[in-house]
């Protein structure tokens, strides 16, 4: 089993930035594709970025040259650097990892970009 515990979300003005982190634990395989996923009221789930083991990425087209995912594997952590944030950007965002055959997800954090 794979905890996936989030943190670094919260309240930013429109045009703010805002650093997630992602930390993964207690998998007794590798840590393959990572990523961050997230949900506004009413809206199904949808990626926003992802990224493999030995570093290539992914983004949804709303937020390339705005959002920057990067990871740490000696770490097995996961990074989305989101900057000009706006408000449709609001929502929960959730951390996906991939070990062996299985994918787990974290419980979730709040972004909200609203003056």
């Known amino acids: 089993q794979v905890q996936l515990v989030e943190s670094g979300g919260g309240l930013v003005q429109p045009g703010g930035s805002l650093r997630l982190s992602c930390a993964a634990s207690?998998?007794?395989?590798?840590?393959?594709?990572m990523g961050w996923y997230r949900q506004a009221p009413g809206k199904q789930r949808e990626l926003v970025a992802t990224i493999t083991s030995d570093g290539r990425t992914n983004y949804v087209d709303s937020v390339k040259g705005r959002f920057t995912i990067s990871r740490d594997n000696a770490k097995n952590t996961v990074y989305l650097q989101m900057n000009s944030l706006k408000p449709e950007d609001t929502a929960v965002y959730y951390c996906?990892?991939?070990?062996?055959?299985?994918?787990?997800w974290g419980q979730g954090t709040q972004v909200t970009a609203s003056s």
């Open positions: 207690g998998s007794r395989f590798s840590i393959n594709d």
């Open positions: 996906k990892a991939h070990a062996a055959f299985f994918a787990f």
